[in-house]
């Protein structure tokens, strides 16, 4: 009863989207990639475009799901999609580009790597994600 009154309220649809990305997490972390990866698409599809920062958190957490599955092209898609989509959101953007930049290396594209340190030491400075990013040997060999 109390999710049907809460219906179209938006501050309860980004209590239950923060939920199910906790969910996805969890499932995530307990070795059920597949389950993590439907809760997420259903995120992705029922959150609407002004709920920024749910989504770029969603695409962060698949391209993790997807890494998890040994499937590193799916994970550069998800991790792409926050770059392009949501850099307002500084959080999920850092960590998008700090997972970019490990990623396009071994897929033949050391150049977009190179791209992504630049704009995550650029844009983000003082983020662990940077200080992270500073010891993936690809990144690192281009410093």
């Known amino acids: 009863?109390?999710?049907?009154?809460?219906?179209?309220?938006?501050?309860?649809?980004?209590?239950?989207?923060?939920?199910?990305?906790?969910?996805?997490?969890?499932?995530?972390?307990?070795?059920?990639?597949?389950?993590?990866?439907?809760t997420l698409d259903g995120?992705?599809?029922?959150?609407?475009?002004?709920?920024s920062q749910t989504l770029a958190q969603a695409w962060v957490l698949k391209g993790d799901c997807f890494r998890a599955?040994?499937?590193?092209?799916?994970?550069?898609?998800?991790?792409?999609?926050v770059d392009v989509l949501y850099p307002s959101e500084p959080a999920a953007h850092a960590e998008a580009l700090y997972h970019l930049v490990s990623l396009w290396a071994p897929a033949g594209h050391q150049d977009r790597s190179d791209e992504a340190m630049a704009k995550l030491s650029t844009k983000y400075p003082n983020s662990p994600w940077t200080k992270q990013a500073g010891t993936i040997p690809q990144a690192a060999a281009n410093e």
């Open 1 to 38: 009863q109390v999710i049907e009154q809460s219906a179209g309220d938006p501050a309860s649809s980004t209590a239950q989207f923060d939920g199910l990305l906790g969910k996805a997490a969890c499932q995530q972390k307990q070795g059920q990639i597949d389950e993590a990866i439907a």
């Open 43 to 51: 995120v992705i599809g029922q959150a609407s475009e002004s709920e």
């Open 69 to 81: 599955k040994n499937m590193p092209k799916d994970a550069l898609m998800a991790y792409l999609h």
